[in-house]
């Protein structure tokens, strides 16, 4: 199968159930964020920047159980913010897989492995001694960690920790491959994390999958190259869609980096060509996203938008009427379907109904109005999707991971062209061109982590910047 059976058997057994009810509207994965603190500045997301004033803010444990138990999603998609942040999210996960959820961990991965030793310390046992060997043998794990999960003291081995489930995922965001993923999250080394914590789950026996989000200046072909790659790792499957332009982000893009969205994210016209393979890729790879979904990013059919399918809960409250457009903020699930006219948003027979929607195909909004077609052909593609064979894993090569690692790892890092300006010796080539360079600049973050690019402290690149300036080797605008 290409999907576990029991998860598959559980989301269709509870859209059978509403179905015969006829219930008109009912939910299907929550989007739950607990908080919208981020240790990442990604170029393209808007959540720090919408919610500024609630950066510190989280909600309380005891009220996101509540939420999920209000709209009974079957799945919930744990993100924010950062959500390995969260000071409760092991007995978050805990409380959900206690009331039968699927359970995503959205995560840029870059505090998996901490969360993953954890578990280790908290369970180790001679049996796990070979694991914890090969981790060390991988790099994955430090001489020095390995005998701390040995040597764990009771404090340590009493911690509620995420362990290993077929009833939740890692959901890691890969966003291309080292140089384009780097780029976007706005740090350098991201991506070589993200692989360190996906082999280190894979080995534990997690369950992995990622996230990727399509942007205009995206390269279809390294797309390709990375689902070949994140195969060769066993990872259990992928979500993918289109960069849309939604108005926190734009704020964010036009404010903070002086960059017009325009350039950055995709119209309709362009998804469509950028997702032109994606029924090839959902046969070689294990897309997750229905077929029906699938033609649709490929501009072979139209759908209506479902966003109340996937509802959001933050902070705030019930944010309507989606995921990435905010008019309000509701105290309940069901006072948001009842008093938000859906009738009002989303793309019927190609016209936006508002005009935010016009490029929309995000995957919050339309892949649940694949899954929800009432359509006999639709519900058979589906059923035939879900349970037939998984594909292959790509056949690891050295040559694959030479394409993977493409950015900082072979000096093609942010920082490489100002190494380059000071050191000429070591060779180095810019991630940026001139230009790029010049601009590229970061707003405070809330928790500035040693100077690397997107923390929101640029004292490294600052003082980089102020040696090439010294040498007379560039001119920039700080100047």
Same mark, same amino acid.
């Given at each position: 199968?290409?999907?576990?059976?029991?998860?598959?058997?559980?989301?269709?057994?509870?859209?059978?159930?509403?179905?015969?009810?006829?219930?008109?509207?009912?939910?299907?994965?929550?989007?739950?964020?607990?908080?919208?603190?981020?240790?990442?500045?990604?170029?393209?997301?808007?959540?720090?920047?919408?919610?500024?004033?609630?950066?510190?803010?989280?909600?309380?444990?005891?009220?996101?159980?509540?939420?999920?138990?209000?709209?009974?999603?079957?799945?919930?998609?744990?993100?924010?913010?950062?959500?390995?942040?969260?000071?409760?999210?092991?007995?978050?996960?805990?409380?959900?897989?206690?009331?039968?959820?699927?359970?995503?961990?959205?995560?840029?991965?870059?505090?998996?492995?901490?969360?993953?030793?954890?578990?280790?310390?908290?369970?180790?046992?001679?049996?796990?001694?070979?694991?914890?060997?090969?981790?060390?043998?991988?790099?994955?794990?430090? +001489?020095?960690?390995?005998?701390?999960?040995?040597?764990?003291? +009771?404090?340590?081995?009493?911690?509620?920790?995420?362990?290993?489930?077929?009833?939740?995922?890692?959901?890691?965001?890969?966003?291309?491959?080292?140089?384009?993923?780097?780029?976007?999250?706005?740090?350098?080394?991201?991506?070589?994390?993200?692989?360190?914590?996906?082999?280190?789950?894979?080995?534990?026996?997690?369950?992995?999958?990622?996230?990727?989000?399509?942007?205009?200046?995206?390269?279809?072909?390294?797309?390709?190259?990375?689902?070949?790659?994140?195969?060769?790792?066993?990872?259990?499957?992928?979500?993918?869609?289109?960069?849309?332009?939604?108005?926190?982000?734009?704020?964010?893009?036009?404010?903070?980096?002086?960059?017009?969205?325009? +350039?950055?994210?995709?119209?309709?016209?362009?998804?469509?060509?950028?997702?032109?393979?994606?029924?090839?890729?959902?046969?070689?790879?294990?897309?997750?996203?229905?077929?029906?979904?699938?033609?649709?990013?490929?501009?072979?059919?139209?759908?209506?938008?479902?966003?109340?399918?996937? !509802?959001?809960?933050?902070?705030?409250?019930?944010?309507?009427?989606?995921?990435?457009?905010?008019?309000?903020?509701?105290?309940?699930?069901?006072?948001?379907?009842?008093?938000?006219?859906?009738?009002?948003?989303?793309?019927?027979?190609?016209?936006?109904?508002?005009?935010?929607? +016009?490029?929309?195909?995000?995957?919050?909004?339309?892949?649940?109005?694949?899954?929800?077609?009432?359509?006999?052909?639709?519900?058979?593609?589906?059923?035939?999707?879900?349970?037939?064979?998984?594909?292959?894993?790509?056949?690891?090569?050295?040559?694959?991971?030479?394409?993977?690692?493409?950015?900082?790892?072979?000096?093609?890092?942010?920082?490489?062209?100002?190494?380059?300006?000071?050191?000429?010796?070591?060779?180095?080539?810019?991630?940026?061109?001139?230009?790029?360079?010049?601009?590229?600049?970061?707003?405070?973050? !809330?928790?500035?982590?040693?100077?690397?690019?997107?923390?929101?402290?640029?004292?490294?690149?600052?003082?980089?910047?102020?040696?090439?300036?010294?040498?007379?080797?560039?001119?920039?605008?700080?100047?």
């Amino acid at each position: 199968m290409r999907f576990p059976l029991a998860l598959t058997v559980k989301i269709a057994r509870h859209i059978v159930k509403h179905k015969l009810a006829k219930t008109p509207k009912f939910a299907m994965v929550l989007q739950l964020e607990p908080l919208h603190t981020c240790n990442l500045t990604c170029t393209g997301c808007g959540r720090i920047r919408e919610y500024s004033t609630n950066l510190k803010d989280m909600v309380p444990l005891e009220q996101c159980l509540a939420a999920a138990q209000d709209c009974d999603a079957p799945m919930v998609s744990v993100c924010g913010g950062e959500p390995l942040i969260y000071p409760k999210i092991e007995e978050l996960v805990a409380g959900l897989r206690a009331q039968g959820r699927i359970i995503y961990i959205c995560t840029n991965g870059v505090f998996m492995r901490k969360k993953m030793r954890d578990y280790m310390a908290a369970n180790f046992s001679p049996a796990m001694e070979p694991q914890l060997q090969k981790l060390v043998a991988e790099n994955l794990v430090t +001489e020095k960690e390995s005998n701390q999960i040995r040597n764990a003291d +009771e404090a340590a081995r009493k911690k509620v920790t995420i362990s290993p489930s077929k009833w939740h995922y890692w959901n890691v965001h890969v966003d291309g491959l080292e140089h384009t993923h780097d780029l976007i999250v706005e740090r350098e080394g991201v991506f070589k994390e993200c692989v360190a914590a996906i082999k280190m789950a894979k080995i534990l026996g997690y369950q992995c999958a990622t996230n990727t989000t399509v942007y205009r200046e995206t390269d279809v072909q390294e797309i390709e190259d990375m689902f070949k790659y994140l195969s060769s790792l066993d990872v259990d499957g992928h979500t993918i869609s289109p960069g849309y332009d939604y108005d926190a982000a734009k704020k964010d893009m036009v404010k903070r980096l002086g960059r017009d969205p325009k +350039e950055f994210f995709l119209t309709r016209d362009m998804t469509r060509a950028k997702f032109a393979k994606i029924e090839q890729w959902g046969k070689a790879f294990t897309i997750f996203g229905t077929p029906v979904y699938q033609e649709f990013l490929a501009g072979k059919r139209e759908l209506t938008c479902t966003a109340w399918a996937i !509802p959001t809960y933050n902070v705030k409250g019930w944010k309507a009427p989606c995921y990435l457009m905010t008019d309000g903020h509701y105290p309940t699930y069901g006072e948001m379907l009842g008093k938000v006219n859906w009738e009002k948003y989303g793309v019927v027979n190609g016209v936006a109904r508002d005009p935010r929607c +016009e490029h929309c195909m995000v995957h919050c909004g339309y892949d649940p109005s694949g899954a929800l077609s009432n359509k006999p052909r639709d519900t058979w593609i589906n059923m035939r999707y879900n349970f037939g064979a998984k594909p292959k894993a790509y056949p690891a090569s050295i040559e694959l991971e030479k394409r993977a690692f493409n950015g900082v790892t072979i000096g093609k890092g942010h920082l490489a062209q100002a190494k380059a300006a000071i050191n000429p010796a070591a060779n180095a080539r810019g991630a940026f061109s001139r230009k790029e360079v010049e601009d590229h600049t970061h707003a405070p973050a !809330p928790a500035a982590t040693g100077g690397a690019c997107g923390t929101g402290d640029t004292s490294q690149r600052d003082d980089l910047l102020a040696k090439i300036k010294a040498n007379g080797t560039v001119t920039t605008k700080a100047e």
